[in-house]
């Protein structure tokens, strides 16, 4: 009761700021318009819609960290996050609050990005739900990492770490923009050390039906979303006792 | 009955005390102020009384349960208005205000109807559906205070709850306040020391993290042969600073 009471009041505070809405969904949705257009303009295959779905799916749940953290980073700073502190709401309460309502607003974000392509030509198979199922690790992994951030930072500070550093960082090592094998080298090694770029080709194995391809590299997506959520759970806790010191 | 039965209450950062062997008694029902300078450590009571610092030694008793040992039973019984207005800002005054009620327990319906009394009580029916990020500093402070009531504690923090206020809305505040007295025991820190006199039972004076003198303004003011309460305030909690 008390989760659910808290995780509905941060729903609230998220959907009823309009930049986040016009960020999370508004923008990746422009950014698979525009990337089309430039597709049907160009000779070669550069974003082919297939393969940019699922690139484009997980550059938008980034913004989700940048929700999550933002939000929590703002509470901490505060007078009623001490109001908060002094109610009887446990760890738990406030970890399950903060990341619960994040899941559902990621999965309509997926939903809406594979409907504008939809739109714009994906072809509708039952693959398109598994590709949104294998992008709920992704969404958990950012959720995580905007709890950490909130958890570390202030909430401008989460603007320039989550904002830009990492939806910069989940563009371009993710393969979305560009195969990591025309760059080959360190740069590819580096991306696929991280989880952005398994995270977009186990949604372009589930969309073309290579089912066999989708767990190596969920793999690392479900790893780094587990230990990030573990850190993050032991920082913000850890953060609860010392912002009251 | 006894609300509030500290027991050497101390709390230490490294070397320095921000509350050194706290003894102090609050009787249900009353209202005791909390004086001092800044850094006086009436923050750090506060905070530790209401379960957000651990004390370093010591212990309190509210309403019989120790802040150490039982917190979640006195994090039911209490309720605190933070020094700055604590209200989440994308919410309504009606939904900050079931959103308290809910994480204090209550049910959807239960919450529902504690947030309309509290909405009636507190005079805020013409702003209920309003967001709280667009309310003036004084309704906004108004609902916080109605937020931290909205529980129905047994002990309430008031933490500075007039800072800020203009003398109108200082004065509402002050009457929504009496307006509690005897029914809801209530912790007070102002640095108004006229709002100390009006409103409280019995006045504390903190220095360095120690209680130097409890009793009513009067007693305070006899004590130390002051013709008037700031003298008397100066003398107990100002000792060295006044005559320089």
Same mark, same amino acid.
């Given at each position: 009761?008390?989760?659910?009471?808290?995780?509905?009041?941060?729903?609230?505070?998220?959907?009823?700021?309009?930049?986040?809405?016009? #960020?999370?969904?508004?923008?990746?949705?422009?950014?698979?318009?525009?990337?089309?257009?430039?597709?049907?303009?160009?000779?070669?295959?550069?974003?082919?819609?297939?393969?940019?779905?699922?690139?484009?799916?997980?550059?938008?749940?980034?913004?989700?960290? =940048?929700?999550?953290?933002?939000?929590?980073?703002?509470?901490?700073?505060?007078? =009623?996050?001490?109001?908060?502190?002094?109610?009887?709401?446990?760890?738990?309460?406030?970890?399950?609050?903060?990341?619960?309502?994040?899941?559902?607003?990621?999965?309509?974000?997926?939903?809406?990005?594979?409907?504008?392509?939809?739109?714009?030509?994906?072809?509708?198979?039952?693959?398109?739900?598994?590709?949104?199922?294998?992008?709920?690790?992704?969404?958990?992994?950012?959720?995580?990492?905007?709890?950490?951030?909130?958890?570390?930072?202030?909430?401008?500070?989460?603007?320039?770490?989550?904002?830009?550093?990492?939806?910069?960082?989940?563009?371009?090592?993710?393969?979305?923009? #560009?195969?990591?094998?025309?760059?080959?080298?360190? #740069?590819?090694?580096?991306?696929?050390? =991280?989880?952005?770029?398994?995270?977009?080709?186990?949604?372009?194995?589930?969309?073309?039906?290579?089912?066999?391809?989708? =767990?190596?590299?969920?793999?690392?997506? !479900?790893?780094?979303?587990? !230990?990030?959520?573990?850190?993050?759970?032991?920082?913000?806790?850890?953060?609860?006792?010392?912002?009251?010191? | 009955?006894?609300?509030?039965?500290?027991?050497?209450?101390?709390?230490?950062?490294?070397?320095?005390?921000?509350?050194?062997?706290?003894?102090?008694?609050?009787?249900?029902?009353?209202?005791?102020?909390?004086?001092?300078?800044?850094?006086?450590?009436?923050?750090?009571?506060?905070?530790?009384? &209401?379960?957000?610092?651990?004390?370093? &030694?010591?212990?309190?008793?509210?309403?019989?349960?120790?802040?150490? &040992?039982?917190?979640?039973?006195?994090?039911?019984?209490?309720?605190?208005?933070?020094?700055?207005?604590?209200?989440?800002?994308?919410?309504?005054?009606?939904?900050?205000?079931?959103?308290?009620?809910?994480?204090?327990?209550?049910?959807?319906?239960?919450?529902?109807?504690?947030?309309?009394?509290?909405?009636?009580?507190?005079?805020?029916?013409?702003?209920?559906?309003?967001?709280?990020?667009?309310?003036?500093?004084?309704?906004?402070?108004?609902?916080?205070?109605?937020?931290?009531?909205?529980?129905?504690?047994?002990?309430?923090?008031?933490?500075?709850?007039?800072?800020?206020?203009?003398?109108?809305?200082?004065?509402?505040?002050?009457?929504?306040?009496?307006?509690?007295?005897?029914?809801?025991?209530?912790?007070?820190?102002?640095?108004?020391?006229?709002?100390?006199? &009006?409103?409280?039972?019995?006045?504390?004076?903190?220095?360095?993290?120690?209680?130097?003198?409890?009793?009513?303004?009067?007693?305070?003011?006899?004590?130390?042969?002051?013709?008037?309460?700031?003298?008397?305030?100066?003398?107990?909690?100002?000792?060295?600073?006044?005559?320089?």
């Amino acid at each position: 009761m008390k989760t659910v009471a808290f995780a509905s009041r941060n729903s609230k505070e998220i959907i009823r700021d309009r930049i986040n809405l016009a #960020f999370g969904i508004g923008f990746p949705v422009v950014l698979l318009l525009l990337l089309t257009a430039i597709q049907k303009n160009v000779p070669v295959e550069l974003f082919v819609i297939d393969q940019l779905i699922p690139g484009i799916a997980v550059f938008g749940l980034s913004f989700i960290a =940048l929700f999550s953290g933002t939000l929590i980073a703002k509470d901490r700073a505060s007078s =009623l996050m001490a109001r908060l502190f002094a109610s009887p709401l446990t760890a738990r309460d406030f970890i399950f609050g903060y990341t619960l309502p994040l899941l559902p607003m990621a999965i309509i974000q997926v939903a809406v990005c594979y409907a504008v392509a939809g739109l714009l030509g994906l072809r509708m198979t039952p693959n398109i739900l598994l590709a949104m199922i294998v992008a709920i690790p992704s969404a958990i992994l950012f959720i995580a990492i905007g709890l950490l951030c909130g958890s570390l930072f202030n909430d401008k500070q989460v603007g320039g770490v989550c904002g830009a550093l990492l939806t910069n960082l989940s563009a371009w090592l993710s393969g979305t923009w #560009f195969d990591l094998e025309l760059v080959g080298g360190t #740069f590819k090694r580096i991306a696929n050390l =991280l989880p952005f770029s398994h995270a977009v080709n186990a949604g372009r194995a589930a969309l073309a039906g290579n089912y066999h391809q989708v =767990l190596p590299h969920l793999w690392w997506v !479900i790893g780094y979303a587990v !230990i990030t959520l573990a850190v993050a759970i032991i920082v913000f806790t850890r953060k609860m006792s010392s912002d009251n010191q | 009955m006894i609300a509030i039965q500290t027991d050497n209450l101390t709390k230490k950062y490294k070397d320095k005390y921000a509350v050194n062997a706290l003894n102090l008694s609050v009787k249900q029902g009353e209202l005791f102020a909390l004086l001092g300078v800044n850094g006086a450590g009436k923050t750090t009571t506060i905070k530790m009384l &209401s379960c957000l610092v651990k004390p370093t &030694s010591g212990d309190a008793q509210v309403f019989g349960n120790s802040i150490i &040992s039982n917190s979640i039973k006195v994090k039911e019984l209490t309720n605190v208005s933070p020094q700055e207005t604590a209200v989440a800002p994308n919410l309504t005054v009606r939904e900050n205000l079931e959103f308290i009620a809910r994480i204090y327990g209550a049910d959807k319906n239960v919450a529902t109807e504690k947030a309309n009394a509290s909405i009636a009580s507190f005079g805020l029916s013409k702003i209920a559906d309003d967001r709280a990020k667009i309310l003036s500093g004084g309704w906004q402070r108004r609902l916080s205070i109605a937020m931290a009531l909205i529980s129905e504690p047994q002990l309430l923090f008031l933490d500075e709850p007039t800072l800020g206020l203009d003398v109108l809305a200082r004065r509402e505040l002050w009457g929504v306040i009496n307006g509690l007295k005897g029914k809801v025991t209530m912790i007070l820190t102002t640095h108004y020391l006229e709002e100390a006199v &009006s409103l409280s039972d019995r006045i504390g004076i903190m220095a360095n993290g120690e209680l130097k003198e409890v009793g009513t303004a009067d007693e305070l003011m006899d004590k130390k042969g002051a013709k008037n309460f700031e003298d008397a305030f100066i003398a107990i909690a100002g000792e060295g600073v006044a005559t320089v």
